[in-house]
């Protein structure tokens, strides 16, 4: 199946600092990508979906300023969250979508903010 | 309102017998998709199986089958003859929307327990 990467796989960072998550695919070209939370034993919450080229489209609740995406290319997006503070600390995945209808998933990135 | 329900929190099943994993779901949309997901201790999110709105015929791949019963609207993913590295989390989710511009969204999950 397609791969898709994620770094870095955890970080650590002061708050009010800013933290730049990469989401790769590597074998196919991502059409589409995605960008979920996950709070421990919890579901996945869809914050945004990105398109390249073009402006993320955000879901309802979730701040464009504070989590900024950048979709550069057909295989890299990146997630930056902004000043961030102890309630961002989350697990953080990105998906990938070529043409069809599977998404990809990346192994994921455990952000923690002290 | 919830889309995804995943009524399960918690399953036990014995090794080499069967288990469904329940899910329904609830959309207005004519054209959608169902996927399962497997997300063991480590993070990662497997995909399962995929079913679509207008397939007819239950998706199969290997051990996992979705029983679609799109009347009832559920999709409950049926393991067959459980291993113990079958034990993880399990995500029923569906996508939306059209090719233009569509998005997933998951259900809670049910955490399976696979005893030997």
């Known amino acids: 199946g397609a791969v898709v990467s994620q770094h870095p796989s955890r970080v650590i960072c002061k708050s009010g600092t800013s933290v730049k998550i990469e989401c790769r695919s590597l074998?196919?070209?991502?059409?589409?990508m995605f960008w979920y939370r996950q709070f421990p034993k919890k579901s996945l919450m869809l914050m945004a979906t990105s398109n390249e080229g073009s402006k993320a489209t955000y879901e309802q609740g979730v701040e464009k300023d504070k989590f900024l995406i950048n979709h550069a290319s057909l295989t890299l997006s990146t997630l930056t969250v902004t000043s961030a503070h102890p309630e961002d600390s989350s697990f953080y995945i990105c998906?990938?979508?070529?043409?069809?209808?599977?998404?990809?998933f990346g192994p994921g990135t455990r952000l923690l903010v002290l | 309102a919830q889309k995804i329900t995943q009524t399960q929190p918690g399953m036990f099943v014995q090794e080499k017998e069967a288990v469904t994993l329940d899910c329904t779901y609830d959309t207005s949309d004519q054209s959608y998709g169902l996927f399962w997901y497997k997300q063991p201790s480590s993070g990662e999110m497997i995909f399962l199986i995929y079913q679509g709105s207008y397939d007819e015929q239950n998706a199969t791949e290997g051990r996992y089958s979705l029983n679609f019963q799109k009347a009832r609207k559920s999709a409950n993913l049926v393991i067959s003859a459980s291993q113990l590295g079958d034990s993880a989390m399990y995500f029923c989710?569906?996508?939306?929307?059209?090719?233009?511009?569509?998005?997933?969204?998951f259900g809670a999950g049910t955490r399976l327990f696979v005893k030997a």
């Open positions: 989710a569906m996508r939306e929307g059209n090719t233009g511009g569509f998005k997933t969204i």
């Open positions: 074998d196919f070209q991502a059409t589409t």
């Open positions: 998906s990938a979508r070529e043409i069809g209808e599977t998404q990809y």
